[in-house]
């Protein structure tokens, strides 16, 4: 239905976000699925595939005809710029957490009007967090307001980020690594990019970089950038991607260091 709310677009992907967290719950309790390696070395379980086809089903069931970014079942249209509605889902972001039994996972779903990122949701099953936001609404985690650090200095800056599984694809990033590591407190690696989103939006984190995939940035960046943190790209996105669905070179952070931690990062990348 494409009349609905922005608010009754996000409770609706709240709902089946818990839903499917409950989902997940009960796969890592069963322990019965199956792992396997896609292309660039990076895991599926069939937990990821079968938490996909639920939501899938939910979200038709709910706004039909509406077009949707997904990793497990519709990757194919990753940069669906055209769709005038566009739901952007991640089943399971931090599969490897998952099928390792750490607790950094989560449900990932946002949604996009004309380009423009307004709607996101992010569960965390085993952490028992749900952070949400919608355009001009704030950002909540379990219902209650969000909002990120007040850091002003990289001193004193907890820096979040990650790596491709390519590990070919690691070794230009050393130098931000590096650069991170002499000028800011620390860095963190907790192997779910959305949930990292989510920590800068409540000032867990102070900063996060990296560059993602579409569907493990979007709902992230709309709650972090409801919740009052800074959300860029280091570099322009391509004039054909809207910026919001752009998943290179991103940079989400409190908003008094973000021009400071541009800087580092950009500077690291000349030497």
């Given at each position: 239905?494409?009349?609905?709310?922005?608010?009754?677009?996000?409770?609706?992907?709240?709902?089946?976000?818990?839903?499917?967290?409950?989902?997940?719950?009960?796969?890592?309790?069963?322990?019965?699925?199956?792992?396997?390696?896609?292309?660039?070395?990076?895991?599926?379980?069939?937990?990821?595939?079968?938490?996909?086809?639920?939501?899938?089903?939910?979200?038709?069931?709910?706004?039909?005809?509406?077009?949707?970014?997904?990793?497990?079942?519709?990757?194919?249209?990753?940069?669906?710029?055209?769709?005038?509605?566009?739901?952007?889902?991640?089943?399971?972001?931090?599969?490897?957490?998952?099928?390792?039994?750490?607790?950094?996972?989560?449900?990932?779903?946002?949604?996009?009007?004309?380009?423009?990122?307004?709607?996101?949701?992010?569960?965390?099953?085993?952490?028992?967090?749900?952070?949400?936001?919608?355009?001009?609404?704030?950002?909540?985690?379990?219902?209650?307001?969000?909002?990120?650090?007040?850091?002003?200095?990289?001193?004193?800056?907890?820096?979040?980020?990650g790596f491709p599984y390519?590990?070919?694809?690691?070794?230009?990033?050393?130098?931000?690594?590096?650069?991170?590591?002499i000028e800011c407190q620390?860095?963190?690696?907790?192997?779910?990019?959305?949930?990292?989103?989510?920590?800068?939006?409540?000032?867990?984190?102070?900063?996060?970089?990296?560059?993602?995939?579409?569907?493990?940035?979007?709902?992230?960046?709309?709650?972090?950038?409801?919740?009052?943190?800074?959300?860029?790209?280091?570099?322009?996105?391509?004039?054909?991607?809207?910026?919001?669905?752009?998943?290179?070179?991103?940079?989400?952070?409190?908003?008094?260091?973000?021009?400071?931690?541009?800087?580092?990062?950009?500077?690291?990348?000349?030497?």
């Amino acid at each position: 239905m494409s009349d609905y709310t922005l608010a009754a677009r996000l409770e609706r992907a709240i709902s089946i976000a818990e839903e499917a967290g409950q989902m997940i719950i009960k796969a890592r309790e069963q322990q019965d699925f199956a792992k396997r390696l896609k292309k660039d070395n990076e895991l599926v379980t069939d937990v990821d595939v079968a938490v996909d086809e639920l939501i899938r089903q939910r979200l038709e069931e709910h706004f039909p005809g509406e077009a949707r970014l997904s990793e497990e079942l519709a990757p194919e249209s990753a940069l669906q710029v055209e769709a005038p509605r566009l739901w952007v889902v991640d089943p399971i972001d931090g599969t490897v957490n998952f099928a390792q039994g750490l607790r950094h996972v989560a449900v990932s779903i946002g949604w996009m009007e004309a380009g423009v990122a307004k709607v996101g949701v992010v569960h965390a099953p085993f952490l028992g967090e749900t952070f949400s936001a919608a355009e001009g609404a704030g950002a909540f985690c379990n219902g209650q307001p969000i909002k990120p650090s007040n850091a002003g200095s990289l001193a004193h800056t907890l820096v979040g980020t990650g790596f491709p599984y390519r590990k070919e694809g690691r070794k230009h990033l050393l130098k931000r690594l590096e650069a991170v590591l002499i000028e800011c407190q620390d860095i963190r690696r907790n192997g779910a990019a959305a949930l990292d989103l989510c920590d800068v939006a409540c000032g867990r984190l102070d900063a996060y970089y990296e560059s993602v995939s579409p569907w493990d940035f979007v709902a992230g960046w709309v709650i972090a950038r409801e919740a009052g943190a800074r959300v860029g790209h280091l570099y322009e996105a391509p004039q054909s991607v809207p910026e919001d669905l752009y998943p290179e070179h991103l940079l989400v952070t409190a908003p008094g260091i973000y021009d400071a931690m541009a800087y580092l990062l950009l500077d690291a990348d000349q030497r």
